[in-house]
């Protein structure tokens, strides 16, 4: 649309003007080409010479008004207007150029690529289209890829406001239109929402707390400090740490520094010995101190790795000797008064072992820990009970740090990068079934430990973006309040990355429901913010206060706005955009939509045993089954996957009927069980590319997903 007239300034103030429209212009629309195009109405724009405006009332002119405003122009609609910047040659400035226009200057619409760098200030060529602005609908929404993507970002709004498919718009936009193979992405899935999102050229990994065999999220040993062990095991600072801090220091200077020439198998070896003849020579009760001792001799036997049943024979030194009142004697000797203490420390010393160890593992690691807590206790006279508690979390946790922690490999040096993103560049992590504090502290760890990568990679070609789904769960300061370690730590990580992360190309967006419980500096520190729907007047004020160049009339609008439609602000944009943000699930889908109930409700039937039995001694095939109970399920079982839209089944009792029924597609196929480990598998013959086959009887076999272990194929 090129510039045309649509009145003359009647008043003028410093920033606020009144203009007189065209007495032709009687409402705010006009057609061109047959279409309607709105001007001249609140929330449009006007320019005099190079000063923009905006329209933000309008008023008609009353009857008794006529006789004062009819000699200075002929006109029933009058609309006040602010100055929100201006052009410089061809770009658009924000703020006031420092010039008023004069009484009865001619007041002009702007055109179309003058509302554009209005509104974003961009240009086609380095931009993507993410929607529409909501009050001008003709007009597509673009966002600059270099201000926006290279910049932190915080993304908030309400439950069902549209945050999710915003992030999966922005980034599907960006994936299919622009090369970003120098760039890493790393989106923190919180809820399991974005498996199917952004692009199909991506990387899906799952932190599993629950289910160790489908954990896929590791973690190389030799990347940890004494810091994250401290985190995961939540010790204490004075009394437990110490214990973590030396264990560690020992492993990083014995076996990780030393790389090729470390010799794991001696190291622990001189370890146990160490602590064995530190229990001898301290002055506990020799009851006491062969109490401990059989205590680590027990521990062997939960010990998974061949390497420690091959040391056990250290501890048959002390098959030739028993105790005497407080002294250790040659069993059968007659020799009451000797002590053979000494005797046996240098036995023990003396102890060698031919045993090969390649590899450093969590495993490792608790056997350490546990015996330099009793050769503290010991050798210091230190309470137990400080410590103990300590090695009982390392337990209850092992699993998890197993399935997370990758042994070390003696001479390995993968790095962060390398060991996540494999060979892709996009990264998206589930962390929905993961433990929560441990969901906490692996989210913090993996980002800072990418983080700095790049702080201290040589070669700077490459930048890196992170994305935090439901960010309060790691950033809220009402947890620093509460004493919480790992959010302290969460929060001290993130707030480095926001701060000096731009300098070196780390990025940080941030998407929350609850912006007012994200920490000041977090906020603060953001460059761009896209707003969905906010009611809660605390999360309000904190945008209004924290949000640049933000106005009352989108402050007002926080509450009103539809799923969907956001507020797009900050140094990517000249102004505040409402924008209707476009939703395409064709190719890419966000699983965060609210479920239908009268759906589930007429889905979900019980029947008892007796009546399924019959019906399936009358039905042949699955496909009549099906058609006798309409598409509706049975008996609720195991969930499995359909091996066609991967959505869940629900089973038909196996004793009746081996046949899965898909909740979304309706498809029913045979239910296996693996023989390894029992659990069932939906059409295995589906799941595997190709058969295979046992090497003795050439049966045909299948892979268990679960377990990852072969079995055979039949029900």
């Not at 001898?280 to 401990?292: D, I, Q, R, W």
């Not at 059968?332 to 160890?357: A, M, R």
């Not at 967006?509 to 419980?517: C, F, G, H, I, V």
């Not at 069980?673 to 659990?679: D, R």
Request: proline share 2%; hydrophobic share 35%; net charge negative.
């Amino acid at each position: 649309m090129i510039d045309m007239y649509i009145g003359k300034v009647i008043e003028v103030s410093n920033t606020i003007i009144s203009v007189a429209i065209n007495k032709e212009l009687e409402t705010p629309y006009i057609v061109i080409n047959s279409n309607p195009v709105r001007i001249a109405g609140v929330g449009s724009f006007l320019k005099i010479e190079d000063i923009i405006y905006e329209i933000v009332n309008e008023k008609t002119i009353l009857e008794s008004d006529k006789k004062e405003v009819s000699i200075k122009i002929a006109s029933n609609r009058i609309v006040i207007c602010k100055v929100i910047g201006f052009f410089e040659g061809n770009e658009f400035r924000q703020g006031n150029s420092g010039e008023t226009p004069n009484i009865f200057d001619n007041a002009y619409t702007v055109s179309d690529k003058e509302l554009l760098k209005i509104y974003s200030g961009t240009s086609y060529s380095v931009s993507i289209n993410v929607g529409k602005y909501l009050y001008k609908k003709d007009l597509d929404f673009y966002i600059d890829i270099n201000k926006f993507f290279a910049s932190h970002s915080l993304v908030v709004g309400n439950t069902g406001s549209g945050k999710s498919n915003t992030l999966n718009t922005i980034f599907t936009e960006l994936f299919d239109n622009i090369n970003t193979k120098n760039s890493y992405f790393l989106f923190v899935d919180t809820n399991g929402e974005y498996t199917k999102a952004f692009t199909n050229n991506k990387l899906n990994k799952i932190l599993d707390t629950r289910n160790a065999g489908k954990n896929s999220i590791h973690i190389p040993l030799n990347l940890l400090e004494s810091e994250d062990w401290k985190l995961l095991l939540e010790a204490t600072e004075k009394t437990q740490y110490p214990v973590i801090k030396t264990v560690w220091n020992g492993v990083i200077k014995n076996i990780f520094v030393k790389e090729e020439q470390a010799n794991i198998a001696q190291y622990l070896l001189d370890e146990l010995k160490k602590s064995i003849i530190g229990i001898l020579n301290s002055n506990a009760n020799t009851t006491n101190k062969l109490g401990a001792i059989n205590s680590i001799k027990e521990d062997f036997y939960f010990f998974d790795d061949n390497y420690y049943k091959e040391i056990e024979n250290i501890f048959s030194i002390f098959d030739r000797y028993t105790i005497n009142g407080n002294k250790f004697m040659i069993v059968n000797s007659g020799d009451f008064y000797t002590d053979y203490t000494h005797v046996i420390c240098n036995e023990v010393n003396q102890y060698t072992t031919l045993s090969i160890k390649e590899n450093f593992s969590v495993e490792d690691m608790g056997f350490l820990l546990n015996i330099t807590h009793l050769y503290r206790t010991y050798k210091y006279n230190i309470n137990e009970n400080n410590t103990s508690p300590l090695i009982g979390r390392f337990n209850s946790n092992k699993k998890d740090f197993k399935a997370i922690f990758l042994p070390y490999i003696v001479g390995d040096k993968k790095n962060v990068l390398d060991c996540l993103f494999e060979k892709e560049h996009i990264l998206v992590c589930d962390v929905s079934r993961a433990k929560k504090d441990i969901r906490r502290i692996i989210v913090t760890f993996l980002c800072a430990k990418l983080y700095d990568f790049l702080l201290n990679s040589k070669e700077k070609n490459f930048s890196l973006h992170l994305i935090v789904d439901e960010a309060h769960n790691y950033l809220s300061a009402q947890n620093i309040d509460k004493e919480d370690a790992i959010a302290k730590t969460c929060i001290d990580t993130f707030e480095s990355i926001i701060k000096e992360g731009r300098k070196f190309g780390v990025f940080l967006t941030m998407a929350t429901q609850r912006p007012s419980d994200i920490t000041p500096t977090l906020l603060s520190q953001s460059h761009n913010y896209v707003i969905h729907k906010l009611v809660n007047p605390r999360d309000i004020d904190i945008i209004k206060n924290t949000v640049p160049f933000i106005d009352e009339m989108s402050i007002a609008m926080l509450s009103i706005l539809s799923p969907g439609q956001a507020i797009f602000s900050g140094t990517a944009f000249n102004r505040p955009n409402i924008v209707q943000v476009k939703f395409d699930d064709s190719v890419t889908k966000v699983e965060s939509d609210t479920i239908k109930l009268m759906e589930y409700w007429r889905r979900k039937k019980n029947f008892d045993e007796k009546s399924l039995k019959i019906v399936h001694d009358e039905v042949d095939t699955e496909r009549e089954l099906v058609k006798l109970f309409g598409g509706i399920t049975f008996i609720a079982s195991d969930e499995l996957e359909c091996c066609e839209c991967r959505e869940k089944y629900i089973c038909v009792n196996n004793d009746y009927a081996p046949y899965g029924m898909c909740l979304s597609c309706g498809a029913m196929n045979k239910i296996v069980n693996c023989t390894n480990c029992g659990v069932q598998v939906v059409d295995a013959d589906d799941i595997v590319q190709e058969p295979i086959y046992c090497d003795d009887c050439r049966r045909e076999l299948f892979e268990c997903t679960f377990c990852l272990e072969e079995g055979i194929n039949g029900t």
